[in-house]
Nanobody, 122 residues
Framework: QVQLVESGGGLVQAGGSLRLSCAAS????????MAWYRQAPGKQRELVAH???????EYADSVKGRFTISRDNAKNTVYLQMNSLKPEDTAVYYC????????????????WGQGTQVTVSS
């Protein structure tokens, strides 16, 4: 019913920038929360940032001041602008959409993309 497709990952040197995008498709009326998570090798998946449909945002302490999450509600797309990247930002980045209102009124929870690799070299 809901598909999330990420793009924009890649290899970058420390101090560089990348912009991730995630487009949601399906029978979507609205999406309350969209978020970015990441998982480094041998570590648990962690929240990077999330954004409500009103534009309210929250960030992990480790990325505050460097990453910016934004969204385009008309396109059901969320972005993550990552600046001043560090080697410790290396991870697979996953897009998440939660509290998705489908056409017909059904509320659908907790959808994930397939992930996109971000590698920061020192």
């Amino acid at each position: 019913q809901v598909q999330l497709v990420e793009s924009g990952g890649g290899l970058v040197q420390a101090g560089g920038s990348l912009r991730l995008s995630c487009a949601a498709s399906g029978s979507i009326s609205s999406i309350n929360y969209m978020a970015w998570y990441r998982q480094a090798p041998g570590k648990q998946r962690e929240l990077v940032a999330h954004i409500h449909s009103t534009g309210r945002t929250e960030y992990a302490d480790s990325v505050k001041g460097r990453f910016t999450i934004s969204r385009d509600n008309a396109k059901n797309t969320v972005y993550l602008q990552m600046n001043s990247l560090k080697p410790e930002d290396t991870a697979v980045y996953y897009c998440n959409a939660d509290l998705v209102r489908l056409r017909g009124g059904v509320l659908s929870l907790d959808h994930w993309g397939q992930g996109t690799q971000v590698t920061v070299s020192s």
